[in-house]
């Protein structure tokens, strides 16, 4: 089956600055690659995508690279902000997702 | 299109009483799973039905568990006999294709006292 490892420990940062939260996967298969993101009080929202090697998935300021021959998909931010404070979470797979443990992103004014 | 409903939003049950949830999911979306998320983890596969059809479980779901989707609408988890080991979040989500990512639910927070 799908597995994924992610950085550990919550990351805490001003804002403005940038972020990278590491995920390397192993996989059977050909997987799909996400990251979801979870706001304080709130469910699981799909954050971005990428469906095949070196596809770009991106959305609200985030991006993430479908990189095959290092089986990884960091996610990277230019400048977060206050309202990008959340617990972060990689998920490999076709159909079946196998999630990270998340990562906690504080991010302080 | 009202996303995916889960029913109750909490449950407090105490250990050895059974316990059903519900999922409405989009109603569009054929598939439909079943993952549980304990504190300071990554949510956990439980199961995924395509239509009414089951088509895989995970080894967690153990005999006290089942999961139903009769008419490929809505799904029900039932937990019989509870522990307070299945205190846990359990989320439902669904899905149009599988390959695209799931829409979640807000979840059930199930505490066995």
């Known amino acids: 089956g799908n597995s994924v490892t992610q950085m550990e420990g919550p990351v805490t940062l001003s804002e403005e600055a940038f972020l990278t939260i590491n995920c390397t996967y192993t996989?059977?298969?050909?997987?799909?690659l996400f990251w979801y993101v979870q706001y304080p009080g709130e469910g699981l929202q799909l954050l971005l995508k990428?469906?095949?090697?070196?596809d770009k998935g991106s959305n609200k300021g985030f991006e993430a690279t479908y990189r095959k021959e290092t089986t990884s998909f960091h996610l990277e931010k230019g400048s977060v902000q206050v309202s990008d404070s959340a617990v972060y979470f990689c998920?490999?797979?076709?159909?079946?997702?196998?999630f990270g443990k998340g990562n906690q992103v504080v991010v302080i004014p | 299109d009202t996303g995916v409903s889960q029913n109750p939003r909490h449950k407090i049950t105490k250990r050895g009483q059974n316990v059903t949830f519900r999922c409405d999911p989009i109603?569009?979306?054929?598939?439909l799973y079943w993952y549980r998320q304990t504190l300071g983890q990554g949510p956990e596969f439980l199961t995924y039905?395509?239509?009414?059809?089951?088509?895989?479980k995970s080894r967690l779901l153990s005999d006290r568990f089942s999961a139903e989707r009769p008419k490929g609408s809505f799904s029900t988890l039932e937990i019989q006999r509870t522990e307070q080991g299945d205190s846990a979040m359990y989320l439902c989500?669904?899905?149009?294709?599988?390959?695209?990512?799931?829409?979640f639910g807000s979840g059930t927070r199930l505490t066995v006292v």
């Open positions: 989500a669904s899905s149009p294709t599988g390959f695209d990512g799931y829409t």
């Open positions: 109603s569009e979306h054929n598939r």
């Open positions: 996989a059977t298969g050909y997987p799909s």
């Open positions: 990428a469906t095949k090697a070196d």
């Open positions: 039905f395509q239509n009414e059809a089951q088509l895989e």
């Open positions: 998920a490999p797979g076709n159909n079946r997702l196998a």
